[in-house]
C-alpha cells in the first residue's frame, strides 16, 4: 500500500513540479539526475515510515544503544555496486553514452562519492580515534547522493566540496 501510493500519487506530483513543467521548474530550479524527485522524496517517505513503524526492538532498552552491521565486506561490496551503478543512473540521464556531458558527468559523480568517503573517513577518525569503515560507505554513499542533482552543472572541483560536505 505504501508503495503504491508513494508511485501513484507522491513521485509523480514531485516529478512534474521540477521536470515537466511545473512551478519549480519555472522558478529556475535545476535536478539533472533526480536528486530532489528521487532522494529527498524517498527520504522523506522513509523518515515516515520510522516514525510510523518506531525505533528497532533494543535500540532503547538502557540509554542508545549501537546495533552494527552483521556484515561489513557485505555492506562494502553494496557501496561499490550502488558506486557503479550510479554512473548509468547519472550518466544514463543524458539519453546518449558520448560527448562531453556523458564524460564530464562520470568525473563529478566519481569525485564526489570518493570525496564523501574521505570526507567520512577523516570526521570518523577525529571523533572516534579511529577510521570507520562503515562511515566510509556511508560517506561515499552520500557524496553520490549529494552529486546527483548538479552533476551536469558543476566543474570537478566543486563535486569534490560537494562529496566532502555530504561525506
Known amino acids: 500500500v505504501y508503495a503504491l501510493f508513494l508511485t ?8 512534474h513540479w521540477i521536470w515537466g513543467g511545473g512551478w519549480l521548474q519555472e522558478l529556475g530550479f535545476l535536478d539533472f539526475a533526480g536528486s530532489t524527485v528521487v532522494h529527498t522524496v524517498g527520504g522523506v517517505a522513509a523518515l515516515v515510515g520510522a516514525i510510523v513503524v518506531g525505533p528497532r526492538i533494543g535500540k532503547y532498552d538502557e540509554g542508545i544503544n ?6 561489513i565486506p557485505l555492506a562494502i561490496a553494496g557501496v561499490f555496486i550502488l558506486w557503479f551503478g550510479w554512473f548509468g543512473f547519472n550518466a544514463g ?3 546518449a553514452a558520448v560527448g562531453v556531458d556523458f564524460a ?13 568517503a574521505v570526507g567520512a573517513l577523516a570526521l570518523s577518525w577525529w571523533v ?8 566510509v ?5 552520500a557524496g553520490l547522493v549529494g ?3 548538479p552533476c551536469a552543472f558543476v566543474d570537478a572541483w566543486a563535486s569534490v566540496v560537494i562529496g566532502l560536505v555530504a561525506g
Do not use: C, W
Not at 572516534?128 to 562511515?135: I, R, S, W
Not at 560507505?137 to 554513499?141: E, S
Open 104 to 116: 564530464t558527468i562520470i568525473v563529478t559523480t566519481n569525485l564526489a562519492a570518493a570525496a564523501g
Open 147 to 149: 552529486i546527483t542533482a
Open 128 to 135: 572516534q580515534g579511529k577510521p570507520d569503515v562503515g562511515m
Open 93 to 95: 540521464s543524458t539519453m
Open 66 to 71: 549501537v546495533i552494527p552491521g552483521h556484515s
Open 8 to 15: 501513484a500519487f507522491i513521485y509523480p506530483v514531485i516529478g
Open 137 to 141: 560507505g556511508n560517506g561515499a554513499l
